[in-house]
């Protein structure tokens, strides 16, 4: 029987959870806005990790992938001393536009119900 939360699952659980925390309190860099570390996935052979984060404000998601992939080296660093692992996973960031998306999804389907989609009624005459 396959287990259903293999290694590389809660590798990545944990980069996720000491990430958040050290992007919190590592990084001092006035540029960067609320972070929030969403997801990590990590590659099989435990080489790389690809961080998915959503920053507030998001118009600034282009500066803050940049700042916080030229931190990668020193987020790693910290996080080597975190993990009881072999070798640390390389750092990708990457913003995660789902919250986005979802919102602006959300608006669209609200705004057509209200222009002219009638709800139904329930009259039984």
Avoid: C, W
Avoid at 10 to 32: F, G, M, S, T, Y
Avoid at 76 to 92: C, D, E, G, V
Avoid at 100 to 122: F, H, N, W
Wanted: net charge positive; proline share 3%; charged share 30%.
């Amino acid at each position: 029987m396959k287990a259903n939360f293999n290694r590389t699952d809660r590798v990545a659980d944990h980069i996720q959870k000491n990430l958040a925390v050290l992007v919190q309190r590592e990084l001092k860099d006035p540029r960067l806005g609320m972070i929030t570390i969403n997801e990590a996935k990590v590659s099989r052979d435990l080489a790389y990790a690809d961080v998915y984060f959503t920053v507030f404000p998001d118009s600034q998601d282009k500066l803050t992938e940049q700042l916080l992939n030229n931190s990668a080296s020193y987020l790693r660093k910290h996080l080597a001393s975190m993990l009881n692992t072999r070798t640390t996973p390389r750092l990708r960031f990457h913003y995660d536009r789902s919250l986005v998306d979802g919102a602006r999804i959300s608006a669209a389907i609200k705004a057509t119900s209200v222009k002219g989609v009638a709800e139904p009624t329930d009259d039984k005459n």
